[in-house]
């Protein structure tokens, strides 16, 4: 049995030259599509590498001559293979199918990157090919870092619900997440239509019952014992009710004589406690009193000790209407971590201060989609107690959306 390899430009060279060196009787094996070695040979175009074979006995005489002149004629030919069984050009065939296959697995694996269709399985080709596929990877990367940055597309690919978000002041997640809904809704309303409607359900306000024991906590700064007189004015001169005062801040300097002046000018019973004995004591003066309001001190979200020690006054106050207050002027990642971190006082309600420091609205939608608890005030500017509204889910998506404003 002969066996040979041959590289040729084409299948009717190949034909040729295996008649003329195998004789009519030689049979083909095998043919694939392979390139040159090396870098150059990525660019070139690709040659047929055929194996063919005959038995000795029909192609004898032909082949000792053939060998000589074979040799002479192309370098890059392989030299004759003798085997003597059947089962030995079985070996061939099944070794020649592997690589055929091996091949075609890395065909595959390259089109999806280059789109580069029968890539043989050269050692210098798949590293080349191993770095296109770096780069473009790389590339892509880069582009995803740079919509992340942002939360949101680049400034000239932003659609216009997109920029009117961005530019109040919305929080890039929740940008994302609304942009989604309104991809998913296929009704026929227009964007700015369904954007409406998914504000508004994004949006939770109550009412709540301004009854028995009261509670604002919150950091510092975000004006707690303001937003405390003004409810105490609403109440006791607008409703004509009977309100209480207490306050726990013993540490802000001012703040007793602050809370105590607004107690004095609507003549309101007033309390300062400074430990839990107080509290009681307070608390259990102020029995007659339809409201009490109670302020408290502010604390870091961060310092978890401090925070304990906040709840043990708020558990002893013994009510459920908590209220947490919180500035509109306050940075979203700040905002996050002290709505997390005032958790565990268990507030049921939110208390939005300064919007006559800001002029956009969105860190409302931030604030009510962070704490995922319905919003009962808003604070508004310094006068008691006109400065402290209610508004409804339809007013604030007017704000949130520029299309209004609040004073």
């Known amino acids: 049995m002969i066996i040979k390899r041959y590289i040729v430009n084409t299948m009717n060279e190949a034909m040729t030259r295996i008649r003329y060196e195998l004789g009519r009787d030689a049979v083909i094996i095998s043919q694939r599509k392979i390139r ?49 069984s059947i089962e030995a050009i079985k070996k061939v065939v099944q070794q020649e199918n592997e690589n055929i296959n091996h091949s075609r697995v890395v065909q595959k694996q390259n089109n ?76 026929e309303k227009t964007d700015l239509e369904k954007l409406k409607i998914i504000l508004k359900e994004m949006i939770h306000v109550t009412k709540p019952k301004l009854e028995g024991r009261i509670v604002l906590v919150g950091p510092t700064g ?13 109440l006791a001169l607008a409703e004509g009710k009977k309100v209480g005062l207490i306050t726990v801040d013993t540490y802000r300097i001012g703040a007793v004589e602050q809370l105590k002046a607004y107690a004095d000018i609507m003549n309101l019973p007033f ?25 408290t001190t502010g604390r870091s979200s961060k310092n978890k000790m401090q925070i304990a020690e906040l709840r043990t006054f708020v558990e002893k106050a013994d009510t459920k209407n908590i209220h947490l207050v919180l500035s509109s002027t306050t940075k979203n990642r700040d905002m996050k971590y002290i709505i997390e971190g005032y958790r565990i006082l268990n507030y049921s309600s939110i208390i939005v201060t300064k919007l006559d420091e800001t002029s956009t609205y969105g860190s409302i939608l931030n604030i009510l989609e962070t704490a995922k608890i319905p919003l009962s005030f808003v604070s508004i500017g310094q006068n008691v107690p006109d400065d402290i509204k209610e508004l409804s889910a339809d007013s604030i998506v007017s704000l949130i959306l520029g299309e209004d404003t609040i004073c």
């Open 36 to 84: 040159k070695p090396g870098i150059k040979g990525f660019f070139s175009a690709k040659s047929i590498e055929v194996t063919a074979a005959v038995e000795n006995e029909v192609n004898e005489k032909k082949q000792s001559t053939v060998n000589d002149d074979s040799n002479s004629r192309n370098s890059n030919e392989l030299n004759n293979i003798e085997l003597n």
């Open 112 to 187: 999806s990157v280059h789109k580069v269709s029968n890539q043989s399985d050269n050692s210098s080709e798949n590293l080349m090919s191993e770095m296109m596929k770096m780069k473009t990877m790389i590339s892509e990367l880069s582009q995803e870092r740079e919509l992340s940055q942002v939360g949101t597309p680049i400034e000239n690919q932003k659609s216009d619900i997109e920029k009117i978000l961005f530019d109040n002041d919305v929080d890039s997640e929740n940008i994302e997440n609304i942009i989604r809904k309104i991809k998913n809704d296929k009704t």
């Open 222 to 234: 975000v004006g707690k014992t303001t937003t405390i007189a003004k409810l105490a004015g609403k």
């Open 271 to 295: 309390k300062v406690v400074y430990n839990m004995n107080d509290m009681d004591k307070a608390i259990e003066s102020m029995s007659e009193c339809e409201v009490v309001l109670i302020d």
